[in-house]
């Protein structure tokens, strides 16, 4: 399918609150590890113009394709890498672009993946169970669905779908097995279920859950966000917008932990641990939509945003009195100078 003929009117989710949350300033440098169809990376162009740049990565060919056209405008201030995020560092080390002012994480997959792309995330239509980010990727839904042992099945469907009835849900699939389409593995769910009582399909958890296992998504989360860490300049942004309880769990879980200090077990006398806080929090508490914007856009009825910002030990790497008048500059917010940028580069090379 062509970029073209994708359905690629994506809304970017928390939009607003995202560029708050970055703190995107001209002259910025970016990374959006999932561009999608370009709605966050445009508006983090538009706000770090003039003399901003973006890299934009997404493991989905079709999504850069998308982007590409989307930030046509843009062409000359943005890089596109068509990887996974779960390879940020190498990434941006091997285009030299760090350390950087903020990185973007919105998780999950497009509208454009979900409705136009006829590659299994949706049971709203039928089609070949694939459910791969990457068409690349060897792994696919089907092998998962079709090759699985029946308890390796309800492990996945319990855990990453948090499916109470996963044991019958995988005992079904094992009767009827193969499974090749997206519809008849949605009746299979729908019939070890029950019916739909509320708003939500039966078979969501269930492909939430597969969908998970295919891309590995929650190790490529852990991975990537502490990769993102070691990437951002002081003061840096780290943001990222996830849908559903297993990711916020994780982006909360490493934020708290990199913005406290000590994380000796409770009772140790004495600090052994000399865990130094890397995050700050930007708020406390998670960022939702508000009631107009899941009217508008029911997609974000689930988006949770959370955002902390980079701090950087002092440490011996540059003489005092080089720190000193770096930590000046910096405060000063005059950072974002190249040649402070390539000090501060030097910083983390050494670090
Ligand atoms: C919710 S969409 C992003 C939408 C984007 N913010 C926009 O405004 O258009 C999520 C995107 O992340 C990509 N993605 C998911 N997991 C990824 C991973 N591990 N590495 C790279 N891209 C990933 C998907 O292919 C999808 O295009």
Partial sequence: MSPSNQNSNHVPVLLEE????????????YVDCTVGSGGHARAILE?????????????????????????EE????????????????????????????????DLGFSSMQLNGSGRGFSFQHDAHLDMRFNPEQEVTAADIVNTSPEAELARIIRTYGEESHSRQIARLIVQERPITSTL????????????????IHPATK????????????????????????ELLGFEGRLVVISYHSLEDRIVKRLMQQEARGCICPPG?????????????????????????????NPRSRSAKLRAATRLIAQDACLAADEMEILWA???????????LLRKLQMVFAMA
């Avoid at 706000?47 to 056209?69: E, H, T």
């Avoid at 269930?206 to 860490?229: G, H, M, P, W, Y």
């Fill in 18 to 29: 995202a560029m708050e949350a970055l703190a995107v300033q001209p002259g910025g440098r």
């Fill in 47 to 71: 706000r770090s113009s003039p003399g901003g740049q973006l890299l934009g990565i997404d493991a989905d060919p079709m999504a850069i394709k998308v982007a590409q056209k989307k930030l």
């Fill in 74 to 105: 843009y062409k000359k201030s943005v890089l596109l890498v068509n990887d996974n995020f779960v390879n940020l560092q190498a990434t941006c080390i091997k285009y030299d672009f760090f350390p950087v002012h903020g990185i973007l994480l």
């Fill in 184 to 199: 008849h593995l949605a009746r299979i769910v729908e019939k070890a279920v029950g019916r739909r009582t509320g708003k």
């Fill in 206 to 229: 269930t492909f939430q859950a597969i969908r998970i296992a295919v891309n590995l998504e929650l190790e490529n989360l852990e991975r990537a966000l502490k990769q993102a860490i």
């Fill in 268 to 296: 140790t006398p004495v600090c052994i641990c000399g865990h130094e806080p890397r995050l700050k929090l930007i708020r406390r508490h998670v960022i939702m939509p508000s009631e107009g914007e899941i009217r508008a």
């Fill in 329 to 339: 500059e910096t405060e000063a917010r005059a950072w974002r100078r190249p040649a």
